[in-house]
């Protein structure tokens, strides 16, 4: 995979800013993937210059859980809510995804931990307390609306089956 200078970034972000074409036309103009003109575009847009530059870092097994419940209430896609965590690599959110799904997300996360660290690994800022506090509040709505959803069914089916019971049968 090829790297590109935050200064490149920068001309191509400025250039889709500008007008001065839609990420196909810069796509043949820089020779860059169109996937990564969006990204930088939207990381740009959130971030400034500093979305831009290389960040290598790692994430916590409950910052991986924040992002993809962010992502499903917000109905997301994973470029959309890298950039708004600023997670450089959008398809690192997939991989988070597909772990979860799986059931990996938390023994990846213990075998890290297990393992000795050959190095000291800087640790990307953990959201605030008050992120978590909006996420726990926005989990109990979900919740909410989501029994209130299942009651109205149960009701809505209980009622089509009282109309089907009471409807005459029709003899012939």
């Known amino acids: 995979m090829k790297k590109y200078q935050t200064e490149f970034k920068l001309k191509v972000v400025k250039s889709f800013m500008a007008g001065d074409g839609g990420a196909k036309l810069l796509v043949r103009q820089w020779s860059v993937p169109e996937e990564k003109i969006r990204t930088w575009v939207s990381h740009y847009r959130l971030h400034g210059i500093d979305g831009l530059r290389p960040k290598r870092c790692t994430y916590s097994a409950q910052f991986k859980l924040q992002v ?3 992502q499903d209430r917000e109905q997301l896609s994973s470029r959309q809510v890298a950039a708004i965590y600023d997670i450089r690599n959008p398809n690192q959110v997939v991989v988070w995804r597909r772990n979860l799904d799986q059931g990996r997300l938390q023994a990846i996360e213990n075998e890290k931990e297990e393992r000795p660290k050959m190095k000291l690994e800087s640790r990307c800022a953990v959201p605030s307390k008050n992120v978590a506090a909006d996420a726990a509040q926005t989990l109990r709505e979900e919740n909410e609306r989501l029994r209130a959803e299942v ?16 409807a005459p049968t029709k003899r012939v």
């Open 68 to 70: 993809l419940s962010h």
């Open 151 to 166: 009651a109205y069914l149960k009701k809505l089916q209980a009622m089509i089956r009282s109309k089907r019971s009471a």
